[in-house]
């Protein structure tokens, strides 16, 4: 084989490697995430979901009121508002059924401001006591609660605010 033949191979060796990692990258511990799909929720009973599970104890949405808490925690994370990448709904799900998959970097910066480290998310566990049909109103609302914010570029720069 000729060295140029020889590059070649190498280079269309490195380019099938480069794809198969993109490719497995995007599936978790090997758990496809692709067809994940959920039926359209129901925006108002959602919001009732959020308040009957007391979900106002530790977050607050923007321009939303809710109402009172029995109990209100000592570091409250926002939920929803302008961001640059508005999370999807198999994130939003995982955030309520899994919290402790990704502990949220905004509430460890949070703790890390008052000189906390966070092991775990004090997030309670809903599964036993939610139902689907509510979760998945809960998702619908929770996704509505973000607004995409377009980035701004100048001369290839990317600006954010
Ligand atoms: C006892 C306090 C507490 C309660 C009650 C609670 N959460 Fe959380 N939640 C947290 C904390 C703390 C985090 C950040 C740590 C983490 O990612 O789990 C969080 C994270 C989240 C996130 C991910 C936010 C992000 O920006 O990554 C979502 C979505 C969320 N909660 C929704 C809910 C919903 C919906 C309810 C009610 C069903 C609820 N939470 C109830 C404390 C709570």
């Not at 496809?32 to 979900?55: H, K, M, S, T």
């Not at 008052?114 to 092991?119: E, G, L, T």
């Amino acid at each position: 084989m000729s060295i140029e033949n020889r590059f070649k191979l190498i280079r269309f060796t490195a380019l099938i490697a480069i794809i198969l990692y993109a490719l497995l990258a995007c599936t978790e511990n090997g758990k496809p995430v692709r067809g994940f799909v959920l039926p359209e929720g129901d925006l108002a009973q959602g919001e009732q979901v959020f308040i009957d599970f007391n979900c106002q104890s530790c977050h607050t949405i923007p321009d939303v009121d809710f109402p009172e808490a029995d109990f209100k925690a000592p570091f409250i994370l926002e939920i929803g508002g302008e961001v640059y990448r508005v999370k999807n709904y198999g994130e939003l799900l995982t955030a309520v059924v899994n919290p402790d998959h990704i502990i949220s970097p905004k509430y460890v910066n949070l703790l890390k401001q008052a000189k906390r480290d966070v092991i775990i998310s004090p997030m309670p566990y809903y599964g036993e006591e939610m139902t689907v049909a509510e979760l998945i109103d809960l998702v619908e609302f929770l996704h509505a609660q973000y607004t995409r914010l377009q980035p701004q570029y100048y001369r290839g720069y990317y600006l954010t605010k």
